[in-house]
Protein backbone atom coordinates (compact mmCIF):
# COMPACT_ATOMS: atom_id res chain seq x y z
CA UNK A 1 0.00 0.00 0.00
CA UNK A 2 2.80 2.57 -0.92
CA UNK A 3 1.96 5.68 -1.54
CA UNK A 4 2.72 6.46 -4.57
CA UNK A 5 0.79 3.10 -5.74
CA UNK A 6 -1.90 4.24 -3.67
CA UNK A 7 -3.26 0.42 -3.98
CA UNK A 8 -4.63 -1.20 -0.93
CA UNK A 9 -2.04 -4.42 0.02
CA UNK A 10 -2.56 -6.54 2.80
CA UNK A 11 -0.05 -6.64 5.46
CA UNK A 12 2.66 -9.44 6.12
CA UNK A 13 5.04 -8.18 8.33
CA UNK A 14 5.76 -9.52 12.21
CA UNK A 15 3.49 -8.45 14.60
CA UNK A 16 3.88 -7.83 18.01
CA UNK A 17 3.77 -10.75 20.86
CA UNK A 18 -0.56 -10.43 21.91
CA UNK A 19 0.29 -9.86 25.54
CA UNK A 20 1.93 -7.00 25.11
CA UNK A 21 -0.73 -5.13 23.26
CA UNK A 22 -2.09 -3.95 26.43
CA UNK A 23 0.71 -1.42 26.99
CA UNK A 24 -0.14 0.68 23.27
CA UNK A 25 -2.84 2.02 25.54
CA UNK A 26 -0.48 2.67 27.94
CA UNK A 27 1.95 4.45 25.73
CA UNK A 28 -0.53 6.17 24.29
CA UNK A 29 -2.20 7.55 27.14
CA UNK A 30 1.42 8.90 28.60
CA UNK A 31 2.06 10.57 25.32
CA UNK A 32 -1.45 12.14 25.35
CA UNK A 33 -0.73 13.57 29.41
CA UNK A 34 3.14 14.37 29.14
CA UNK A 35 1.57 17.08 26.37
CA UNK A 36 0.15 19.16 28.79
CA UNK A 37 2.62 21.35 31.11
CA UNK A 38 0.21 21.94 33.91
CA UNK A 39 0.10 17.98 33.90
CA UNK A 40 4.30 17.83 34.12
CA UNK A 41 4.27 20.64 36.76
CA UNK A 42 1.64 19.16 38.81
CA UNK A 43 3.53 15.56 38.65
CA UNK A 44 7.57 17.15 39.28
CA UNK A 45 5.39 19.23 42.35
CA UNK A 46 4.16 15.44 43.58
CA UNK A 47 7.50 14.57 43.72
CA UNK A 48 8.67 17.78 46.17
CA UNK A 49 7.90 16.25 49.18
CA UNK A 50 9.85 13.23 48.85
CA UNK A 51 12.98 15.54 48.48
CA UNK A 52 11.63 17.08 51.74
CA UNK A 53 11.56 13.92 53.34
CA UNK A 54 15.43 12.89 52.01
CA UNK A 55 16.40 15.85 53.52
CA UNK A 56 15.40 14.66 56.67
CA UNK A 57 17.17 11.81 56.40
CA UNK A 58 20.15 13.53 55.13
CA UNK A 59 20.00 15.34 58.21
CA UNK A 60 19.06 12.92 60.63
CA UNK A 61 22.07 10.99 59.94
CA UNK A 62 25.08 13.84 59.48
CA UNK A 63 26.70 15.18 62.80
CA UNK A 64 27.82 18.10 61.39
CA UNK A 65 24.46 19.27 59.67
CA UNK A 66 22.61 18.55 63.29
CA UNK A 67 25.48 20.21 65.15
CA UNK A 68 25.32 23.23 62.60
CA UNK A 69 21.01 23.56 63.04
CA UNK A 70 21.78 22.45 67.05
CA UNK A 71 19.08 19.82 66.74
CA UNK A 72 19.88 16.69 68.94
CA UNK A 73 19.24 13.30 66.57
CA UNK A 74 17.33 12.21 70.07
CA UNK A 75 14.95 14.49 70.37
CA UNK A 76 13.29 14.67 66.66
CA UNK A 77 14.85 13.16 64.18
CA UNK A 78 14.10 9.70 63.91
CA UNK A 79 13.34 7.42 60.57
CA UNK A 80 11.46 4.68 61.51
CA UNK A 81 8.19 3.23 60.76
CA UNK A 82 5.70 6.53 61.75
CA UNK A 83 8.13 8.64 59.66
CA UNK A 84 7.18 6.04 56.50
CA UNK A 85 3.39 5.81 58.05
CA UNK A 86 3.17 9.78 57.29
CA UNK A 87 5.12 10.33 54.06
CA UNK A 88 2.73 6.98 52.70
CA UNK A 89 -0.19 8.76 54.39
CA UNK A 90 0.79 12.30 52.64
CA UNK A 91 2.06 11.19 49.71
CA UNK A 92 -1.72 9.21 49.11
CA UNK A 93 -3.22 12.78 49.35
CA UNK A 94 -1.24 13.61 46.63
CA UNK A 95 -1.74 10.17 44.53
CA UNK A 96 -5.37 11.00 44.89
CA UNK A 97 -5.10 14.52 43.23
CA UNK A 98 -3.24 13.05 40.48
CA UNK A 99 -6.18 10.14 40.06
CA UNK A 100 -8.49 12.63 39.58
CA UNK A 101 -6.78 14.43 37.19
CA UNK A 102 -5.73 11.42 35.28
CA UNK A 103 -8.30 8.73 35.88
CA UNK A 104 -10.93 10.76 33.94
CA UNK A 105 -9.16 11.09 30.76
CA UNK A 106 -8.28 7.20 30.17
CA UNK A 107 -11.86 5.87 29.59
CA UNK A 108 -14.51 8.48 28.90
CA UNK A 109 -12.50 9.83 25.38
CA UNK A 110 -12.88 6.41 23.95
CA UNK A 111 -16.53 6.02 24.98
CA UNK A 112 -18.03 9.49 23.92
CA UNK A 113 -17.68 9.06 20.15
CA UNK A 114 -18.02 5.10 19.92
CA UNK A 115 -14.28 3.95 19.47
CA UNK A 116 -14.56 0.80 22.32
CA UNK A 117 -15.97 -1.44 19.35
CA UNK A 118 -13.28 -0.43 16.91
CA UNK A 119 -10.45 -1.67 20.29
CA UNK A 120 -12.67 -4.70 20.41
CA UNK A 121 -13.21 -5.82 16.95
CA UNK A 122 -9.44 -6.47 17.18
CA UNK A 123 -7.52 -9.63 18.92
CA UNK A 124 -7.46 -7.60 22.35
CA UNK A 125 -10.17 -8.25 25.54
CA UNK A 126 -12.14 -6.51 27.60
CA UNK A 127 -9.25 -6.95 30.56
CA UNK A 128 -6.46 -5.94 28.51
CA UNK A 129 -8.28 -2.99 27.95
CA UNK A 130 -8.56 -1.93 31.92
CA UNK A 131 -5.33 -3.58 32.33
CA UNK A 132 -3.92 -0.75 29.44
CA UNK A 133 -5.67 1.70 31.32
CA UNK A 134 -4.88 0.16 35.24
CA UNK A 135 -0.96 0.64 34.16
CA UNK A 136 -0.85 4.14 33.20
CA UNK A 137 -2.94 5.01 36.73
CA UNK A 138 -0.22 2.07 38.19
CA UNK A 139 2.81 3.69 37.13
CA UNK A 140 2.18 7.53 37.97
CA UNK A 141 0.61 6.91 41.17
CA UNK A 142 3.57 4.58 42.30
CA UNK A 143 5.80 6.55 41.10
CA UNK A 144 4.60 9.27 44.11
CA UNK A 145 4.01 6.35 46.69
CA UNK A 146 6.11 3.08 46.95
CA UNK A 147 8.66 3.54 44.76
CA UNK A 148 9.80 7.32 46.76
CA UNK A 149 9.03 5.36 49.82
CA UNK A 150 11.48 2.37 48.93
CA UNK A 151 13.82 5.15 48.08
CA UNK A 152 13.92 7.06 50.68
CA UNK A 153 13.55 3.28 52.79
CA UNK A 154 17.11 2.73 51.05
CA UNK A 155 18.54 5.89 51.87
CA UNK A 156 18.27 5.91 55.61
CA UNK A 157 19.61 2.22 55.37
CA UNK A 158 22.91 3.35 53.09
CA UNK A 159 23.47 6.37 55.50
CA UNK A 160 22.60 4.61 58.87
CA UNK A 161 24.68 1.38 59.31
CA UNK A 162 23.02 -1.34 60.87
CA UNK A 163 19.56 0.27 60.20
CA UNK A 164 18.04 -1.94 57.65
CA UNK A 165 17.90 -5.40 58.62
CA UNK A 166 16.09 -4.53 61.86
CA UNK A 167 13.59 -2.70 59.76
CA UNK A 168 13.44 -4.48 56.39
CA UNK A 169 9.75 -5.99 57.45
CA UNK A 170 8.59 -1.99 56.24
CA UNK A 171 9.19 -2.53 53.02
CA UNK A 172 6.35 -5.18 52.82
CA UNK A 173 3.43 -2.82 54.41
CA UNK A 174 5.28 0.08 51.80
CA UNK A 175 4.28 -1.57 48.69
CA UNK A 176 1.64 -3.57 50.07
CA UNK A 177 0.07 -0.69 51.26
CA UNK A 178 0.46 1.56 48.38
CA UNK A 179 -0.60 -1.19 46.18
CA UNK A 180 -3.97 -1.31 47.44
CA UNK A 181 -4.54 2.13 47.69
CA UNK A 182 -3.71 2.87 43.78
CA UNK A 183 -5.37 -0.07 42.90
CA UNK A 184 -9.08 1.57 44.83
CA UNK A 185 -8.11 4.67 43.24
CA UNK A 186 -7.88 3.69 39.87
CA UNK A 187 -10.72 1.02 39.88
CA UNK A 188 -12.68 3.92 41.16
CA UNK A 189 -11.49 6.99 38.76
CA UNK A 190 -12.01 4.24 35.88
CA UNK A 191 -15.43 3.15 36.79
CA UNK A 192 -16.64 6.89 36.66
CA UNK A 193 -14.76 7.46 33.76
CA UNK A 194 -16.49 4.83 31.76
CA UNK A 195 -19.86 5.88 33.59
CA UNK A 196 -19.42 9.29 32.67
CA UNK A 197 -18.98 10.31 29.40
CA UNK A 198 -17.96 13.14 29.52
CA UNK A 199 -14.66 14.38 31.30
CA UNK A 200 -15.15 17.45 33.48
CA UNK A 201 -17.84 15.01 35.45
CA UNK A 202 -16.03 12.39 35.55
CA UNK A 203 -12.86 14.89 37.48
CA UNK A 204 -15.56 16.40 39.26
CA UNK A 205 -17.60 12.64 40.17
CA UNK A 206 -14.11 11.66 41.04
CA UNK A 207 -13.54 14.12 43.28
CA UNK A 208 -16.42 13.98 45.50
CA UNK A 209 -16.85 10.27 45.74
CA UNK A 210 -14.23 10.12 48.30
CA UNK A 211 -15.79 13.54 49.78
CA UNK A 212 -19.78 13.02 49.90
CA UNK A 213 -19.58 9.10 51.06
CA UNK A 214 -17.18 10.14 54.03
CA UNK A 215 -19.73 13.34 54.69
CA UNK A 216 -23.01 10.71 54.52
CA UNK A 217 -20.54 8.39 56.79
CA UNK A 218 -20.55 11.27 59.43
CA UNK A 219 -23.89 12.65 58.95
CA UNK A 220 -25.04 8.40 59.84
CA UNK A 221 -22.41 8.37 62.68
CA UNK A 222 -24.14 11.79 64.56
CA UNK A 223 -27.65 10.69 64.22
CA UNK A 224 -27.01 6.81 65.04
CA UNK A 225 -24.63 7.26 67.54
CA UNK A 226 -22.45 5.13 66.05
CA UNK A 227 -19.04 4.94 63.85
CA UNK A 228 -19.66 2.15 61.49
CA UNK A 229 -19.99 5.38 58.95
CA UNK A 230 -16.53 5.68 59.02
CA UNK A 231 -16.43 2.46 56.52
CA UNK A 232 -18.10 5.14 53.97
CA UNK A 233 -14.52 7.70 54.67
CA UNK A 234 -12.04 5.36 52.38
CA UNK A 235 -9.23 7.82 53.37
CA UNK A 236 -9.65 7.10 56.91
CA UNK A 237 -10.52 3.32 56.22
CA UNK A 238 -6.79 3.72 54.40
CA UNK A 239 -5.18 5.17 57.09
CA UNK A 240 -6.34 2.94 59.57
CA UNK A 241 -4.84 -0.07 57.66
CA UNK A 242 -1.64 1.56 56.82
CA UNK A 243 -1.53 2.80 60.53
CA UNK A 244 -1.97 -1.11 61.65
CA UNK A 245 0.48 -2.42 59.38
CA UNK A 246 3.42 0.08 60.70
CA UNK A 247 2.10 -0.87 64.03
CA UNK A 248 1.87 2.79 64.59
CA UNK A 249 1.21 4.44 67.77
CA UNK A 250 -1.94 6.32 69.04
CA UNK A 251 -1.50 9.68 67.87
CA UNK A 252 -0.10 8.41 64.62
CA UNK A 253 -3.27 7.32 63.76
CA UNK A 254 -3.40 3.76 65.70
CA UNK A 255 -5.60 1.94 67.35
CA UNK A 256 -7.67 4.19 69.46
CA UNK A 257 -10.95 5.66 70.74
CA UNK A 258 -11.64 6.90 67.73
CA UNK A 259 -10.68 4.30 65.33
CA UNK A 260 -13.00 1.55 66.57
CA UNK A 261 -13.69 -0.21 63.16
CA UNK A 262 -11.62 -3.47 62.85
CA UNK A 263 -8.78 -3.59 60.63
CA UNK A 264 -10.63 -6.77 58.78
CA UNK A 265 -14.25 -4.48 58.19
CA UNK A 266 -11.67 -1.78 57.10
CA UNK A 267 -10.18 -4.31 54.31
CA UNK A 268 -13.65 -6.24 53.52
CA UNK A 269 -14.78 -2.53 52.61
CA UNK A 270 -11.86 -1.55 50.09
CA UNK A 271 -11.87 -5.14 48.56
CA UNK A 272 -16.16 -4.30 48.55
CA UNK A 273 -15.20 -0.65 46.42
CA UNK A 274 -12.88 -2.25 43.79
CA UNK A 275 -15.59 -5.28 43.17
CA UNK A 276 -18.20 -2.52 42.86
CA UNK A 277 -15.99 -0.68 40.57
CA UNK A 278 -15.09 -3.88 38.77
CA UNK A 279 -18.57 -4.48 38.15
CA UNK A 280 -19.17 -1.06 36.88
CA UNK A 281 -16.54 -1.38 34.56
CA UNK A 282 -17.95 -4.98 33.53
CA UNK A 283 -20.96 -3.24 33.01
CA UNK A 284 -20.15 -0.16 30.48
CA UNK A 285 -17.47 -1.72 28.62
CA UNK A 286 -19.23 -3.65 26.41
CA UNK A 287 -18.79 -3.37 22.39
CA UNK A 288 -22.82 -2.73 22.17
CA UNK A 289 -25.28 -2.10 24.74
CA UNK A 290 -28.56 -4.28 24.60
CA UNK A 291 -31.48 -2.70 25.49
CA UNK A 292 -33.73 -4.90 27.60
CA UNK A 293 -37.50 -5.22 27.37
CA UNK B 1 -17.69 -6.02 -12.58
CA UNK B 2 -15.35 -8.92 -12.41
CA UNK B 3 -16.59 -11.74 -10.24
CA UNK B 4 -13.58 -13.06 -7.06
CA UNK B 5 -12.91 -16.52 -7.02
CA UNK B 6 -14.78 -18.53 -4.72
CA UNK B 7 -12.37 -19.50 -1.47
CA UNK B 8 -12.03 -23.08 -1.20
CA UNK B 9 -13.28 -23.00 2.22
CA UNK B 10 -16.51 -21.30 2.81
CA UNK B 11 -15.96 -17.83 3.63
CA UNK B 12 -19.06 -17.98 5.82
CA UNK B 13 -20.76 -21.04 7.61
CA UNK B 14 -23.55 -20.55 9.69
CA UNK B 15 -24.69 -23.51 11.44
CA UNK B 16 -28.74 -23.11 12.91
CA UNK B 17 -27.55 -19.54 14.61
CA UNK B 18 -29.59 -18.03 17.30
CA UNK B 19 -29.21 -14.76 18.87
CA UNK B 20 -30.96 -13.42 21.68
CA UNK B 21 -30.58 -9.88 23.15
CA UNK B 22 -32.45 -7.93 26.27
CA UNK B 23 -34.49 -11.35 26.34
CA UNK B 24 -35.56 -11.12 22.63
CA UNK B 25 -34.67 -13.51 19.69
CA UNK B 26 -33.34 -10.98 17.13
CA UNK B 27 -31.47 -14.09 14.51
CA UNK B 28 -33.54 -17.30 14.58
CA UNK B 29 -31.48 -20.36 12.99
CA UNK B 30 -29.59 -19.04 10.59
CA UNK B 31 -27.89 -21.94 8.56
CA UNK B 32 -26.06 -21.54 4.67
CA UNK B 33 -23.10 -21.47 3.56
CA UNK B 34 -21.66 -18.42 1.87
CA UNK B 35 -18.33 -19.06 -0.27
CA UNK B 36 -17.27 -15.65 -2.42
CA UNK B 37 -15.21 -13.47 -1.51
CA UNK B 38 -17.61 -10.51 -1.66
CA UNK B 39 -20.71 -11.24 0.36
CA UNK B 40 -23.30 -8.42 1.15
CA UNK B 41 -25.96 -8.54 3.92
CA UNK B 42 -29.07 -6.76 2.87
CA UNK B 43 -32.52 -6.68 4.40
CA UNK B 44 -34.67 -3.75 5.70
CA UNK B 45 -34.34 -1.70 9.09
CA UNK B 46 -34.44 -4.15 12.04
CA UNK B 47 -33.85 -7.54 10.00
CA UNK B 48 -30.49 -8.52 12.32
CA UNK B 49 -28.07 -7.31 9.73
CA UNK B 50 -25.54 -5.80 12.30
CA UNK B 51 -26.65 -8.24 15.16
CA UNK B 52 -25.23 -11.03 13.03
CA UNK B 53 -21.73 -8.56 12.19
CA UNK B 54 -21.83 -8.02 16.07
CA UNK B 55 -21.72 -12.04 16.53
CA UNK B 56 -19.45 -12.81 13.86
CA UNK B 57 -16.79 -10.07 16.07
CA UNK B 58 -17.55 -11.77 19.37
CA UNK B 59 -20.02 -8.94 20.28
CA UNK B 60 -22.79 -11.05 21.46
CA UNK B 61 -22.50 -14.83 22.16
CA UNK B 62 -24.64 -17.19 20.71
CA UNK B 63 -27.38 -18.81 22.05
CA UNK B 64 -27.56 -21.72 20.09
CA UNK B 65 -25.81 -22.87 16.95
CA UNK B 66 -22.36 -21.21 15.40
CA UNK B 67 -21.17 -18.53 13.04
CA UNK B 68 -17.44 -19.44 11.24
CA UNK B 69 -15.59 -17.41 9.32
CA UNK B 70 -13.01 -18.36 7.16
CA UNK B 71 -13.14 -21.80 9.41
CA UNK B 72 -12.64 -20.03 12.74
CA UNK B 73 -15.79 -20.28 15.37
CA UNK B 74 -16.78 -16.41 16.26
CA UNK B 75 -17.17 -17.60 20.01
CA UNK B 76 -14.59 -20.40 20.56
CA UNK B 77 -12.02 -18.87 18.09
CA UNK B 78 -12.74 -15.07 18.59
CA UNK B 79 -9.36 -13.74 19.28
CA UNK B 80 -7.85 -15.54 16.48
CA UNK B 81 -10.74 -14.40 14.08
CA UNK B 82 -10.80 -10.89 14.68
CA UNK B 83 -6.72 -10.98 14.61
CA UNK B 84 -7.99 -11.67 10.75
CA UNK B 85 -10.92 -8.88 10.54
CA UNK B 86 -10.81 -4.96 9.95
CA UNK B 87 -14.27 -3.71 10.84
CA UNK B 88 -15.65 0.00 10.16
CA UNK B 89 -18.77 0.24 12.23
CA UNK B 90 -21.94 1.58 10.94
CA UNK B 91 -22.29 4.68 13.83
CA UNK B 92 -19.65 7.41 14.61
CA UNK B 93 -16.33 5.58 16.38
CA UNK B 94 -13.30 7.87 16.45
CA UNK B 95 -10.95 9.46 19.58
CA UNK B 96 -12.12 13.01 18.72
CA UNK B 97 -9.23 14.71 20.03
CA UNK B 98 -6.53 12.44 18.50
CA UNK B 99 -5.03 13.35 14.66
CA UNK B 100 -5.86 10.98 11.93
CA UNK B 101 -3.10 9.46 11.27
CA UNK B 102 -2.73 9.20 15.29
CA UNK B 103 -5.57 7.28 15.37
CA UNK B 104 -5.37 5.00 12.37
CA UNK B 105 -1.86 4.20 14.11
CA UNK B 106 -3.45 3.87 17.35
CA UNK B 107 -5.98 1.22 15.95
CA UNK B 108 -3.21 -0.12 13.95
CA UNK B 109 -0.98 -0.68 16.96
CA UNK B 110 -3.37 -2.29 18.88
CA UNK B 111 -4.15 -5.13 16.08
CA UNK B 112 -0.57 -5.92 16.30
CA UNK B 113 1.52 -3.98 14.00
CA UNK B 114 5.24 -2.30 15.13
CA UNK B 115 4.97 0.99 15.88
CA UNK B 116 7.32 2.13 13.12
CA UNK B 117 4.98 0.00 10.56
CA UNK B 118 1.83 1.22 12.14
CA UNK B 119 3.40 5.14 11.64
CA UNK B 120 4.00 3.70 7.98
CA UNK B 121 0.78 2.15 7.13
CA UNK B 122 -1.24 4.77 8.86
CA UNK B 123 0.11 7.38 6.42
CA UNK B 124 -0.51 5.41 3.66
CA UNK B 125 -4.21 4.16 4.36
CA UNK B 126 -4.68 7.83 4.98
CA UNK B 127 -3.76 8.15 1.62
CA UNK B 128 -5.58 5.64 -0.49
CA UNK B 129 -8.65 6.86 1.13
CA UNK B 130 -8.03 10.56 -0.37
CA UNK B 131 -7.67 11.60 3.42
CA UNK B 132 -3.63 12.76 3.14
CA UNK B 133 -4.22 16.19 3.43
CA UNK B 134 -6.54 16.06 6.45
CA UNK B 135 -4.49 13.35 8.18
CA UNK B 136 -3.12 15.89 11.15
CA UNK B 137 -6.18 16.94 12.01
CA UNK B 138 -8.59 16.17 14.67
CA UNK B 139 -10.46 13.51 13.97
CA UNK B 140 -13.71 15.54 15.78
CA UNK B 141 -13.45 18.18 13.31
CA UNK B 142 -13.81 15.78 10.07
CA UNK B 143 -17.15 16.09 8.17
CA UNK B 144 -19.52 13.50 7.94
CA UNK B 145 -17.65 11.47 4.64
CA UNK B 146 -14.50 12.39 6.16
CA UNK B 147 -15.13 10.34 9.11
CA UNK B 148 -16.07 7.14 7.08
CA UNK B 149 -13.10 7.37 4.98
CA UNK B 150 -11.43 7.64 8.38
CA UNK B 151 -13.16 4.65 9.46
CA UNK B 152 -12.40 2.70 6.67
CA UNK B 153 -8.55 3.75 6.81
CA UNK B 154 -8.78 2.09 10.29
CA UNK B 155 -10.36 -0.91 9.23
CA UNK B 156 -7.64 -1.19 6.58
CA UNK B 157 -4.58 -0.31 7.75
CA UNK B 158 -3.21 -3.83 9.48
CA UNK B 159 -3.81 -5.16 6.33
CA UNK B 160 -6.76 -7.60 7.69
CA UNK B 161 -8.11 -10.71 5.52
CA UNK B 162 -12.07 -10.10 6.13
CA UNK B 163 -13.04 -6.83 5.57
CA UNK B 164 -16.62 -5.92 7.66
CA UNK B 165 -18.08 -2.72 6.32
CA UNK B 166 -21.69 -2.27 8.64
CA UNK B 167 -23.59 0.39 6.19
CA UNK B 168 -20.62 2.16 4.57
CA UNK B 169 -22.23 4.64 2.93
CA UNK B 170 -24.79 5.85 5.40
CA UNK B 171 -25.36 9.53 5.44
CA UNK B 172 -22.90 10.23 2.46
CA UNK B 173 -24.18 12.15 -0.82
CA UNK B 174 -23.87 10.57 -4.14
CA UNK B 175 -20.27 11.80 -4.89
CA UNK B 176 -18.67 10.98 -1.47
CA UNK B 177 -20.65 7.22 -2.05
CA UNK B 178 -19.52 6.92 -5.44
CA UNK B 179 -15.71 7.53 -4.35
CA UNK B 180 -16.48 4.80 -1.03
CA UNK B 181 -17.60 2.36 -3.04
CA UNK B 182 -15.46 2.54 -5.85
CA UNK B 183 -12.38 2.12 -2.97
CA UNK B 184 -14.07 -0.83 -1.64
CA UNK B 185 -14.24 -2.19 -4.67
CA UNK B 186 -10.51 -1.13 -5.32
CA UNK B 187 -9.87 -3.07 -2.04
CA UNK B 188 -12.17 -6.37 -3.13
CA UNK B 189 -9.93 -6.49 -6.29
CA UNK B 190 -6.34 -5.36 -5.40
CA UNK B 191 -5.82 -7.54 -2.26
CA UNK B 192 -6.47 -11.42 -1.41
CA UNK B 193 -9.15 -10.19 1.03
CA UNK B 194 -12.64 -11.03 2.14
CA UNK B 195 -15.23 -8.44 2.35
CA UNK B 196 -18.53 -8.82 3.98
CA UNK B 197 -20.60 -5.38 3.60
CA UNK B 198 -24.29 -4.61 5.49
CA UNK B 199 -26.07 -2.45 3.54
CA UNK B 200 -30.10 -1.34 3.15
CA UNK B 201 -29.05 0.25 -0.15
CA UNK B 202 -29.58 -2.44 -2.96
CA UNK B 203 -27.04 -0.97 -5.20
CA UNK B 204 -24.05 -0.75 -2.58
CA UNK B 205 -23.86 -4.17 -2.00
CA UNK B 206 -24.56 -5.15 -6.09
CA UNK B 207 -21.92 -3.07 -6.84
CA UNK B 208 -19.65 -4.53 -4.51
CA UNK B 209 -20.50 -7.96 -3.68
CA UNK B 210 -20.65 -11.49 -5.62
CA UNK B 211 -23.23 -13.14 -2.96
CA UNK B 212 -26.01 -12.21 -0.64
CA UNK B 213 -27.83 -12.86 1.85
CA UNK B 214 -30.82 -11.43 2.68
CA UNK B 215 -32.48 -11.56 6.20
CA UNK B 216 -35.70 -11.03 7.43
CA UNK B 217 -36.99 -10.92 10.68
CA UNK B 218 -33.90 -12.32 12.02
CA UNK B 219 -34.09 -15.06 9.47
CA UNK B 220 -32.66 -15.42 6.68
CA UNK B 221 -34.79 -14.97 3.47
CA UNK B 222 -32.78 -15.73 0.69
CA UNK B 223 -29.09 -17.20 -0.20
CA UNK B 224 -27.99 -15.64 -3.52
CA UNK B 225 -24.73 -15.96 -5.96
CA UNK B 226 -25.20 -12.74 -7.44
CA UNK B 227 -21.98 -13.59 -9.65
CA UNK B 228 -23.73 -17.16 -11.03
CA UNK B 229 -27.03 -14.95 -11.39
CA UNK B 230 -25.36 -12.32 -13.35
CA UNK B 231 -23.40 -15.49 -15.79
CA UNK B 232 -26.96 -17.88 -15.50
CA UNK B 233 -29.46 -14.20 -16.03
CA UNK B 234 -30.04 -14.54 -20.01
CA UNK B 235 -30.99 -11.11 -21.59
CA UNK B 236 -34.53 -10.83 -22.58
CA UNK B 237 -35.96 -8.62 -24.96
CA UNK B 238 -39.76 -7.78 -25.90
CA UNK B 239 -39.94 -6.57 -29.79
CA UNK B 240 -42.38 -5.14 -31.62
CA UNK B 241 -41.78 -4.84 -35.17
CA UNK B 242 -43.50 -4.12 -38.39
CA UNK B 243 -42.84 -5.49 -41.64
CA UNK B 244 -40.75 -8.64 -39.70
CA UNK B 245 -40.67 -11.97 -42.13
CA UNK B 246 -39.00 -15.02 -41.30
CA UNK B 247 -35.66 -14.38 -42.64
CA UNK B 248 -35.47 -11.57 -39.92
CA UNK B 249 -36.21 -14.47 -37.32
CA UNK B 250 -33.71 -16.63 -39.04
CA UNK B 251 -30.81 -14.01 -39.31
CA UNK B 252 -31.76 -13.08 -34.91
CA UNK B 253 -31.73 -17.31 -34.38
CA UNK B 254 -28.31 -17.71 -36.62
CA UNK B 255 -26.62 -15.39 -33.88
CA UNK B 256 -27.83 -17.49 -31.23
CA UNK B 257 -30.73 -15.86 -30.04
CA UNK B 258 -34.21 -18.32 -29.43
CA UNK B 259 -37.24 -15.96 -30.70
CA UNK B 260 -40.71 -16.71 -30.14
CA UNK B 261 -43.05 -14.66 -32.33
CA UNK B 262 -46.40 -13.37 -32.02
CA UNK B 263 -49.23 -11.78 -33.67
CA UNK B 264 -49.12 -8.39 -34.78
CA UNK B 265 -45.42 -8.42 -34.87
CA UNK B 266 -44.65 -8.98 -31.42
CA UNK B 267 -41.56 -11.08 -30.57
CA UNK B 268 -39.75 -12.11 -27.49
CA UNK B 269 -36.10 -13.11 -27.85
CA UNK B 270 -33.68 -14.19 -25.14
CA UNK B 271 -30.36 -13.64 -26.49
CA UNK B 272 -26.80 -14.95 -25.33
CA UNK B 273 -24.51 -13.26 -23.34
CA UNK B 274 -22.42 -12.14 -26.49
CA UNK B 275 -24.64 -10.62 -28.38
CA UNK B 276 -25.29 -6.43 -27.93
CA UNK B 277 -28.54 -5.18 -28.57
CA UNK B 278 -27.24 -3.06 -31.30
CA UNK B 279 -26.71 -6.44 -33.65
CA UNK B 280 -30.36 -6.57 -33.45
CA UNK B 281 -30.68 -3.12 -34.81
CA UNK B 282 -28.45 -4.18 -37.46
CA UNK B 283 -30.32 -7.60 -38.47
CA UNK B 284 -33.36 -5.23 -38.14
CA UNK B 285 -31.77 -2.67 -40.84
CA UNK B 286 -30.17 -4.80 -43.56
CA UNK B 287 -33.85 -6.81 -43.37
CA UNK B 288 -35.88 -3.84 -43.72
CA UNK B 289 -37.46 -4.53 -40.44
CA UNK B 290 -39.20 -1.03 -38.40
CA UNK B 291 -38.23 -2.01 -34.38
CA UNK B 292 -41.41 0.17 -32.65
CA UNK B 293 -40.66 -0.66 -29.73
CA UNK B 294 -38.36 -2.27 -27.51
CA UNK B 295 -38.40 -3.32 -23.99
CA UNK B 296 -35.00 -5.14 -22.62
CA UNK B 297 -35.00 -5.99 -18.87
CA UNK B 298 -32.31 -8.31 -17.09
CA UNK B 299 -32.92 -9.30 -13.47
CA UNK B 300 -31.75 -7.09 -11.19
CA UNK B 301 -30.47 -7.02 -7.19
CA UNK B 302 -34.27 -5.65 -6.72
CA UNK B 303 -36.64 -8.40 -8.16
CA UNK B 304 -34.24 -11.21 -6.44
CA UNK B 305 -34.64 -8.82 -3.00
CA UNK B 306 -38.31 -8.28 -3.45
CA UNK B 307 -38.84 -11.39 -4.06
CA UNK B 308 -37.25 -12.81 -0.80
CA UNK B 309 -39.20 -10.53 1.26
CA UNK B 310 -42.74 -12.05 -0.48
CA UNK B 311 -41.71 -15.30 -0.13
CA UNK B 312 -43.42 -16.87 3.03
CA UNK B 313 -41.24 -20.64 2.48
CA UNK B 314 -38.46 -19.22 4.21
CA UNK B 315 -40.07 -18.81 7.35
CA UNK B 316 -38.21 -21.26 8.96
CA UNK B 317 -35.25 -19.49 7.76
CA UNK B 318 -33.58 -22.47 5.42
CA UNK B 319 -33.84 -21.63 1.65
Known amino acids: MAVYKRRYNPYSGALTPAWSRFYVLTRFAFSDLFKSRVFVIFFILALVPTLGFAAYIFVANNKTVQLLLQIRMGDVLTVDSQYFLVFLFSQSWLAFLLNCWVGPTLVSPDLTNGALPLFLSRPFSRAEYVLGKLAVLGVLLSCVTWIPALILFFLQGGLASGWLWPHLWMVVPIIFCSFIWILMLSLISLSVSAWMKLRIVATGVTFISFIVPAAIGAIFNAIMHTYWGDLLNFPQLFQNIIAAAFHAEERFGGPSSFNKIPIPMDWAMLVFVCVFALFVLNTRLRAREVVRG | ?319
Open chain 2, 1 to 319: MPATPATPQPTIELDGLEVQLGGRTILQGLTGSLKTRAIGLLGPNGAGKSTLINTILGFHQPAKGSVRVLGLDSHTQGKALRALVGYMPENDAFISKMSGVRFVRYMAEIAGLPPSQAMERAHEAFVYVGLGEARYRPVGTYSLGMKQLAKLAQAIAHGPKVLILDEPTNGLDPPARKRLIELIREIREAGDICLLLSSHLLRDVEETCDEVLILRNGRIASICNLAEERRANRKFLELETSGAEATFTAALESLGCECAVFAHGRMKIVMPENIEIREVFKVAADRGVQIRRMNHRRDSLETIFLNAMEQTGAADGRL
